[in-house]
């Protein structure tokens, strides 16, 4: 013995091989026959490499303790010591399985089960399995021939000469063997009963898929017929017993434990239902009152025992009916709440330890997996595996899930597996709680290949795959194109020329040969782009349809296809990305604008995803702001900075562009709203400050480009109109005025040519033809209008509005806001024109009398020949300029008193004014609801057209995409003129009464 307080050397060598507790692993081998065992570095080295050291040599000290004698024990040494294959098996099965040391100390025979080594003994298969436990000839024995085998797949899959998947689908086949012999064990002590009946046995669940734990529940289902002659209830009631007893077999606890329960829950009616049914009552059941998860736990059925022709007749029933259940209403939503379901009844204290079923867990990925084999798979038979990993390859391969997501979640589910699969050998327990004492956890990561500090590695490694996992699953389970695409019949969803073809005529295509060649360019073929568009193409059509042009739809989806063709993220983006697929839907199909700014630019379509570029929210003014000056402190010249700001300025319009489109058509994700002001006043703002940010822009590169860092002169820029108010359509001009002051020192004529030429610089620069849409610059408001010179000193303002301002001008300037250029010369101008918009003690009668001649003189002379005045949303009545002029009016008279009315917003002004107690309820509401109504249908004209209109269009497709958009289907474009003369004839003698004082 070694004297109190020093370490033997086999104390050392067993710490430095791994051992946990070397005093009690010394212990062992100093008891343990034959000596050498305690001097061998071989066995010493190979205990080392075991996921438990301490463990396996326990194990092994049992059974040679437990061989019968002398002779018996040297031959295990002397083969352990010579033959490397044997010993990485035994003493890998020792770590890894305190259960199965148990079963070799009680048959010590059997490690001589690990002892063949050939290529044949590698993949063992059912009929390897059956000669296994052949000779069992009792419940007794055929446990331990169980175990027998058992501990050859345990052996292999410790030592890695099997991978995971072989390893679970060598467990289903050995579950196979095990209930064929169980059945024959219970046909031989039931031999009348055997004679009465046909008896199918149907795996389900994981035996059925391939892909079996070490201790699971078998999930079968059985299948009875009546033998040749003999009555159909006695066929039954033997088939019955049969089965039970063939349960009781697998499932009773002996002095050999238990195989595994066998779990027939999941027939028809479960538990509540006959243990054994017929064929035809199976399927007469499956037909009338199955729920959508018993159809997706068919989808694994596979015959393992009994009749192999009922059990294929089973098969070939059920196997259509499991590949209908997609078209069931609310399929889709059904799986999804199922899967919530069982999340919500983990007990709390485990849900942060579910390999199974928690989130993060193996269900996340075979519930998603099995969601998108039953939609997809009524269509591509080559997605209809049974066994989870084989249908996530197939899945990949037919461009239903991305390759880089497939492998990612293929190496998490492998690895949470494998995981379940070392928690369960160790003691052969069914459970799937990650353990939580450092023992096992340090044993759980050694027999997972990690050496190097295990527990710490093993739970950042489970956390990483199991966030992986969540993540796809809520992609990939949560698609939205996973319902639409189960609301298909299977010949739509097929896309097959002749089905496609009726779909085309039936979905109201005017030229269904043209979309039919369409259809052909994109989805013909082999690759893997046409194998992903013959997913989105047959649920694309239906959203093109949900418009007024579905031929346009298509044909710009192909432009947009044929321009993307090569980019890696396009499809995948429609294809997984929320719901990308269907805003792009509505966006091509909805009119001209967004599409003609999408070709020029088609990448911008990653803005209708959900990713990390913002989608489709408004970008602020400050952000575009400082993009555009970055591209222009980049470019070379003022005209490339100018060129660099219109391509912001083109995206930005299609990111508004798309978002009003979506809100307005509304799709699950976002529904339309019931009041559009919201969407309206999100549009005004957003090109707003767009076109505020462009013109900052363009100044900051004509100054740079022409004088450097520093204009002669001090500049800003003043929005009036609908710019000024935050109110801009797509098609608006830009109402601006010009103001500079000389910088000290610097000659007024020197200051206002540079001034002058910065204007028609940036005018020029602005609206020369590209491919981007011109951004019209209008100064007309100015003083003296057109006449009037383009650029004004702020002395030169304040000496005209001191002597020669109109009526007209005070009430234009109630919108002046300050855009861009110099802060504060901007500031000072505001304060220059406030006495004037807001004058004190408000309008005397007369200026009330001459803004009313100035509107009605307007609406005279400027409204078109030829137009219906009641559908002309800005000047007929009850439009645009009704609504403005009475709220300016009140801003005119009332905005020295009430501050609430010094905005240049309608809409707010409208508020104010009703707060104020100056209009009530019920007028400010006609007249809001008129104003945004006039809105939208300018706002729809230019979306529908690409370019401004006032009135709606007369080309009847035109018109009823305008309707489209203001929330009327097909059939209905009446109705919407109807309901727009109705609210404008309110607002108009709304109009009368507040403006004219009628």
């Given at each position: 013995m070694t004297a109190p307080g020093r370490r033997s050397s086999t104390f050392t060598r067993l710490l430095r091989h791994g051992f946990t507790d070397p005093s009690a692993a010394e212990r062992l081998l100093d008891g343990a026959e034959p000596a050498s065992l305690r001097t061998d570095p071989v066995l010493l080295e190979a205990l080392g490499a075991t996921a438990d050291p301490d463990l396996a040599l326990h194990g092994l000290v049992r059974l040679l303790e437990a061989q019968p004698g002398p002779t018996d024990r040297r031959a295990l040494l002397d083969t352990l010591t010579s033959a490397k294959p044997l010993r990485d098996r035994l003493l890998g099965v020792l770590g890894a399985s305190e259960a199965l040391a148990d079963h070799l100390a009680r048959h010590p025979g059997d490690w001589r089960a690990l002892v063949t080594?050939?290529?044949?003994?590698?993949?063992?298969?059912?009929?390897?399995?059956?000669?296994?436990?052949?000779?069992?000839?009792?419940?007794?024995?055929?446990?331990?021939?169980?175990?027998?085998?058992?501990?050859?797949?345990?052996?292999?899959?410790?030592?890695?000469?099997?991978?995971?998947?072989?390893?679970?689908?060598?467990?289903?086949?050995?579950?196979?063997?095990?209930?064929?012999?169980?059945?024959?064990?219970?046909?031989?002590?039931?031999p009348d009963d055997a004679a009465l009946c046909r008896l199918a046995v149907i795996a389900m669940g994981k035996c059925g898929g391939h892909e079996l734990n070490y201790v699971s529940d078998v999930d079968v289902v059985f299948v009875g017929e009546a033998a040749d002659g003999a009555d159909e209830d006695k066929a039954l009631r033997a088939a019955t017993r049969l089965a039970s007893h063939m349960m009781r077999i697998c499932s009773e606890t002996t002095v050999e434990g238990s195989i595994w329960p066998v779990d027939a829950n999941l027939r028809p009616e479960g538990r509540n239902g006959p243990l054994v049914r017929t064929l035809s009552s199976h399927v007469a059941y499956y037909q009338r009152w199955a729920k959508?998860?018993?159809?997706?736990?068919?989808?694994?059925?596979?015959?393992?025992?009994?009749?192999?022709?009922?059990?294929?007749?089973?098969?070939?029933?059920?196997?259509?009916?499991?590949?209908?259940?997609?078209?069931?209403?609310?399929?889709?939503?059904?799986?999804?709440?199922?899967r919530r379901r069982v999340v919500e009844n983990i007990p709390a204290a485990e849900v942060d330890r579910q390999l199974k079923l928690g989130p993060g867990g193996l269900r996340d990925v075979e519930f998603a997996v099995q969601l998108l084999q039953l939609v997809h798979g009524r269509a591509d038979a080559s997605l209809r595996s049974r066994t989870t990993l084989d249908a996530l390859k197939a899945l990949a391969e037919g461009g239903y899930v991305g390759r880089a997501d497939a492998a990612r979640l293929d190496e998490a589910y492998r690895f949470l597996r494998a995981m379940e699969h070392r928690i369960q050998l160790h003691r052969l327990r069914r459970t799937h709680l990650v353990p939580e004492d450092e023992a096992d956890l340090r044993r759980l990561g050694r027999s997972l290949g990690l050496?190097?500090?295990?527990?710490?590695?093993?739970?950042?490694?489970?956390?990483?795959?199991?966030?992986?996992?969540?993540?796809?699953?809520?992609?990939?389970f949560y698609r939205p194109l996973l319902d639409a695409v189960a609301q298909l019949a299977p010949g739509e969803a097929r896309l097959s020329p002749e089905a496609a073809r009726e779909r085309l005529v039936a979905l109201g295509y005017a030229d269904p040969a043209a979309a039919l060649r369409h259809l052909e360019a994109l989805a013909s073929g082999v690759s893997r782009k046409a194998a992903i568009q013959r997913t989105l193409l047959p649920v694309l059509l239906g959203w093109f349809a949900d418009s007024a042009d579905p031929d346009a739809g298509l044909l710009n989806f192909r432009k947009v296809s044929d321009a993307l063709g090569k980019t890696p993220w396009y499809l995948r983006l429609l294809r997984d990305e929320g719901a990308a697929a269907e805003n792009l839907a509505r966006v091509l199909s909805a009119g001209r604008l967004a599409p003609d700014l999408l070709m020029r630019a088609p990448e911008a379509v990653a803005l209708l995803g959900d990713g990390d570029g913002g989608g489709l929210a408004p970008r602020g003014r400050a952000?575009?702001?400082?993009?555009?000056?970055?591209?222009?402190?980049?470019?070379?010249?003022?005209?490339?900075?100018?060129?660099?700001?219109?391509?912001?300025?083109?995206?930005?319009?299609?990111?508004?562009?798309?978002?009003?489109?979506?809100?307005?058509?509304?799709?699950?994700?976002?529904?339309?709203?019931?009041?559009?002001?919201?969407?309206?006043?999100?549009?005004?703002?957003?090109?707003?400050?767009?076109?505020?940010?462009?013109?900052?822009?363009?100044?900051?590169?004509?100054?740079?480009?022409?004088?450097?860092?520093?204009?002669?002169?001090?500049?800003?820029?003043?929005?009036?109109?609908?710019?000024?108010?935050?109110?801009?359509?797509?098609?608006?001009?830009?109402?601006?005025?010009?103001?500079?002051?000389?910088?000290?020192?610097?000659?007024?004529?020197?200051?206002?040519?540079?001034?002058?030429?910065?204007?028609?610089?940036?005018?020029?620069?602005?609206?020369?033809?590209?491919?981007?849409?011109?951004?019209?610059?209008?100064?007309?408001?100015r003083p003296e209008g057109k006449s009037g010179p383009l650029v004004r000193t702020l002395k030169s303002y304040e000496a005209y509005y001191r002597r020669w301002s109109l009526a007209w001008e005070s009430h234009a300037l109630l919108r002046a806001e300050v855009v861009a250029g110099d802060e504060d010369l901007g500031r000072r101008f505001i304060e220059l024109v406030d006495p004037l918009r807001y004058p004190a003690g408000g309008l005397d009668e007369e200026a009330v009398r001459e803004i009313r001649r100035l509107k009605a003189r307007m609406e005279s002379e400027r409204l078109p020949r030829g137009v219906d005045p009641k559908l002309h949303a800005k000047l007929g009545p009850g439009g645009l300029s009704d609504v403005e002029w009475t709220v300016q009016l009140f801003q005119l008279r009332y905005g020295s008193a009430e501050a609430g009315?010094?905005?240049?917003?309608?809409?707010?002004?409208?508020?104010?004014?009703?707060?104020?107690?100056?209009?009530?309820?019920?007028?400010?509401?006609?007249?809001?609801?008129?104003?945004?109504?006039?809105?939208?249908?300018?706002?729809?004209?230019?979306?529908?057209?690409?370019?401004?209109?006032?009135?709606?269009?007369?080309?009847?497709?035109?018109?009823?995409?305008?309707?489209?958009?203001?929330?009327?289907?097909?059939?209905?474009?009446?109705?919407?003129?109807?309901?727009?003369?109705?609210?404008?004839?309110?607002?108009?003698?709304?109009?009368?009464?507040?403006?004219?004082?009628?």
């Open positions: 080594y050939e290529p044949s003994d590698l993949h063992r298969g059912v009929a390897e399995f059956e000669r296994g436990l052949a000779g069992a000839g009792d419940p007794v024995a055929l446990r331990v021939a169980y175990r027998r085998c058992l501990l050859s797949i345990a052996a292999r899959d410790v030592c890695g000469t099997i991978d995971l998947a072989e390893t679970a689908a060598e467990l289903a086949d050995l579950a196979t063997a095990t209930l064929r012999a169980a059945l024959a064990l219970a046909r031989a002590a039931a959508t998860w018993e159809f997706q736990a068919l989808l694994k059925a596979r015959p393992v025992a009994g009749d192999q022709e009922l059990g294929a007749a089973y098969l070939a029933a059920v196997e259509p009916l499991v590949w209908q259940a997609a078209e069931r209403e609310n399929f889709v939503a059904d799986v999804q709440k199922m050496r190097t500090d295990p527990v710490a590695t093993l739970l950042r490694e489970w956390k990483r795959h199991a966030a992986a996992v969540r993540r796809l699953h809520e992609k990939l952000p575009l702001e400082q993009e555009i000056l970055a591209a222009v402190r980049r470019a070379d010249g003022a005209a490339q900075a100018v060129t660099a700001a219109r391509g912001v300025r083109r995206r930005e319009l299609f990111r508004t562009a798309a978002a009003d489109i979506v809100g307005s058509y509304g799709t699950e994700a976002q529904p339309a709203e019931a009041d559009q002001g919201p969407l309206v006043d999100r549009v005004g703002a957003a090109v707003s400050d767009l076109t505020a940010a462009t013109l900052a822009g363009t100044l900051r590169a004509v100054v740079r480009d022409g004088w450097g860092d520093t204009l002669p002169t001090r500049f800003a820029i003043i929005g009036m109109g609908r710019f000024g108010g935050h109110e801009l359509g797509y098609g608006s001009d830009a109402d601006v005025l010009f103001v500079h002051e000389p910088r000290d020192g610097v000659d007024e004529r020197e200051a206002a040519e540079a001034a002058g030429k910065v204007v028609a610089e940036m005018r020029r620069l602005l609206q020369q033809p590209s491919a981007d849409p011109p951004l019209i610059v209008d100064a007309g408001l009315l010094r905005t240049t917003r309608t809409r707010q002004a409208l508020a104010a004014a009703r707060e104020a107690g100056l209009v009530s309820e019920e007028h400010a509401a006609v007249l809001d609801e008129a104003w945004v109504l006039a809105t939208r249908v300018r706002n729809a004209v230019m979306l529908v057209r690409g370019r401004a209109g006032d009135t709606f269009p007369t080309e009847s497709r035109e018109l009823a995409a305008v309707g489209r958009y203001l929330g009327y289907g097909p059939g209905h474009v009446g109705d919407m003129l109807d309901a727009y003369r109705r609210t404008a004839r309110r607002a108009r003698g709304v109009v009368e009464e507040l403006f004219y004082g009628g």
